[in-house]
């Protein structure tokens, strides 16, 4: 499995932006379908934006307009800027890579927090 690092987190006040980062350990973004999820205390996990090894996005309807997913393959680097932050963005984001159509490498997480 791919080891993936996340970083770029923090605090920042409503309506400020952040910009995730996710560093691959090798050159995956040609094989595998890569995701940014997360999961605020005491709710499920949900999925924030995805891109596939095509290179098509998705975003979830909470965060469509605010967030872009992207990849730089020279990097090995997944990417999360997320402008126009609310409190309700608050949760711990996790990077994950699919290659065979189920998301079986993740990273540790890293908490983003919106401060009203």
């Known amino acids: 499995q791919v080891q993936l690092v996340e970083s770029g987190g923090g605090e920042v006040q409503a309506g400020g932006s952040l910009r995730l980062s996710c560093q691959a350990s090798?050159?995956?973004?040609?094989?595998?379908?890569m995701a940014w999820y997360r999961q605020a205390p005491g709710m499920q996990r949900e999925l924030v934006a995805s891109i596939t090894s095509g290179g098509i996005t998705y975003s979830a309807d909470s965060v469509k307009g605010r967030f872009t997913i992207s990849a730089d393959s020279d990097k090995n680097t997944l990417y999360l800027q997320m402008n126009s932050l609310k409190p309700g963005d608050t949760a711990v984001y996790t990077c994950?890579?699919?290659?065979?159509?189920?998301?079986?490498?993740w990273g540790r997480g890293i908490q983003v927090t919106v401060s009203s």
């Open positions: 090798e050159s995956i973004f040609s094989t595998h379908d």
């Open positions: 994950a890579a699919a290659q065979w159509g189920m998301y079986d490498s």
